[in-house]
C-alpha cells in the first residue's frame, strides 16, 4: 500500500460525501484544482500549472478528471482506484468546455475551491456563464471532523515531534546561532520520523516577543527564553505543530512566575475543550485567565488553528467564532505572552475533540525547560 495514500475507500466515502453536500447545497457540481482539498478529496498531489487539471464533482453524475494529457500518468491511479472518468486534452482544445460539459452544459450554479487560481477562474466563469462560489461551505464541514485514519495519522506526527522536543536541549548551547539550531532542529524532524519539514521557529530572547519569528544569526547567551515552535509532515501529509518554551540557565523570578499563568491559561483551555462548547468559549478560557493576571494585552493572537493537511485550516480558536466544537475537530491549543525587546513564551499541543473532553496528540512536559549555560 502506498504510504502517501490512505486506502481508496476513504477518498470514495469523502467523493460521496461532499456530492451529497453539494446536492444539499443547491448546486450543480465542485471544480476542485490542484491544493488541499483535491488531496483531500481524492489523494492527489497533482499542482497546478498553466494547463488546467481539475475534478469535477458533479451533484447528479460521474466524477470527472479533466487533465492534460501530458500530464495524465500521474493520474492514472486514483482515477482509476475510484473509478473517475478521465477527460483528457491537448494544447489548442478548450478544457473549460470540457469542465461545463461535466456539469450539463448551460449556466450552472457551480462551487470551486478557494485556491483556484485566477488563471483558471476566469475563463472557467466564462465557459458556465455564470459566477461560481467558494467550494469552502460544502468542504469545511468534511475537513473539520476528522475520521479515524486521519486521527491516527495526527497522533504519529504528534509523538514525532514530541521526540524531536526531547531533543531540543542539547541543541541550545550559548554561542551558536538561532540558524544553527535549526538547522539541527530540522534534521531531527526527519530523523524522527516526518518526511519533511514544515516550520522551524527559534525566537531567543528578544526574538521570542515576535510570535512568527523564524531564525536568523543571533547568538544564544545565558539567561536567553528561548521559544521553539516547529512542525512537519507525516504520510499521508498530516502535520505536526508543537510549541515549547525553554529557559538557558535558571530564568529571572518574574520570568517563571508568569511563565507559570501562562501554563495554568493553557491548560484551563484545554480542559474546556469538549463537545458544544464553541470555539470563542476555548479562547476566552485562556484569555481570562492572562487577564486576570494582569497579561491579557501580551498575548496578542487567537488561541489555536485546525489541523489536518493544511498546518492552519479550520476550525480557528478565536473569539467571534461561535462554532460548536464536535468529536473529531483538530487543533492546537497555543496560547503566549510576548514582551516587545524583552523575551516572549508559549505553549501549545494540538487537541483532537472526543466524545467527552480533548485527547493531546503532545505528551512533552509543559514547564518551562531549564538547560544548562555552560
Known sequence: MDSRRFDATVYARRLAAAAAKTAAAGLAGLVITPGYDL?????????????????VLSAAGEPTIVVPRLELAALQEPAAALGLVAR???????????????LGGGAVATAVTDSMPALHLLPLTTALGALPVLATEVLRELRMVKEQAEIEALRRAGAAI??????????LVPGRTEAEVAADIAAAIV???????????VGSGPHGADPHHSFSDRRLQAGDIVVVDIGGTVEPG????????YSIGEPEPAVTQQYSILQRAQRAAVEAVRPGVTAAQVDAAARDVLTAAGLGEYFVHRTGHGIGLCVHEEPYIVAGNDLPLRAGMAFSVEPGIYFPGQWGARIEDIVVVTEDGALSVNNRPHELTVVAAQ
Open 88 to 102: 483528457d486534452w491537448v494544447d489548442g482544445d478548450d478544457p473549460y468546455q470540457l469542465v461545463s460539459a461535466a
Open 162 to 171: 514530541d521526540r524531536v522536543h526531547a531533543r531540543v536541549p542539547e541543541f
Open 191 to 201: 530523523a524522527e520520523g516526518h518526511s519533511e519539514v514544515a516550520f522551524v521557529i
Open 238 to 245: 498530516y502535520h505536526s505543530d508543537c510549541t515549547r518554551t
Open 39 to 55: 488531496r483531500y478529496l481524492i489523494g492527489s498531489r497533482a499542482d497546478t500549472f498553466e494547463r488546467l487539471t481539475a475534478l
